[in-house]
């Protein structure tokens, strides 16, 4: 079972588990796959979306090679001090989607202050104040 990982979003991007900062991926592109990930519905996103957004001006070919690259560089980061299956892990490959494995428990602050928002906004008195708090 993969340890959950919780993303702050808001301010400096960073991802933890067990509370330790987890020292992401030098690859950028495999930076921004996993912001990008963490921000769609469902932490997924085909393959041509993400190879049109990164290398726009590149060949299908060479796009998808850079694509490749920089989810193996993201899945070595996340993936580290647990072994997992080849196409296992953090990072998923499924009909030609990568998505964060439904497995894990994947937090994130964004969806931490959207579940507070709503409660509040269903909420009377001073609980209000609390959840806005």
């Known amino acids: 079972m993969l340890p959950s990982l ?3 979003c808001f301010g400096h991007f960073e991802v ?12 950028r592109s495999g930076q ?5 990930l963490v921000a769609q519905p469902g932490y997924c996103a085909s393959v041509d979306s993400l190879m049109d957004a990164l ?7 060479v796009a998808r090679r850079k694509l490749q690259i920089a989810i193996s560089a993201l899945r070595r980061s996340l993936n580290i001090d647990y072994s997992s299956d080849p196409g296992g892990g953090y ?4 009909d030609q989607f ?3 494995n439904p497995a894990a428990e994947i937090r994130t602050d964004v969806d ?4 507070l928002w709503q409660a509040a906004k269903q ?3 001073n609980e209000i104040l609390h959840l806005y708090a």
């Open 32 to 36: 921004t796959i996993l912001r990008y």
């Open 123 to 125: 909420a009377s008195g």
């Open 98 to 100: 990568y998505l964060l």
């Open 55 to 61: 290398w726009p001006e590149d060949s299908p070919q």
């Open 91 to 94: 990072v998923l490959c499924k």
């Open 112 to 115: 931490e202050f959207l579940s």
């Open 6 to 8: 919780f993303i702050t």
């Open 16 to 27: 933890r588990q067990f509370g330790q900062v987890v020292a992401l991926c030098h690859n």
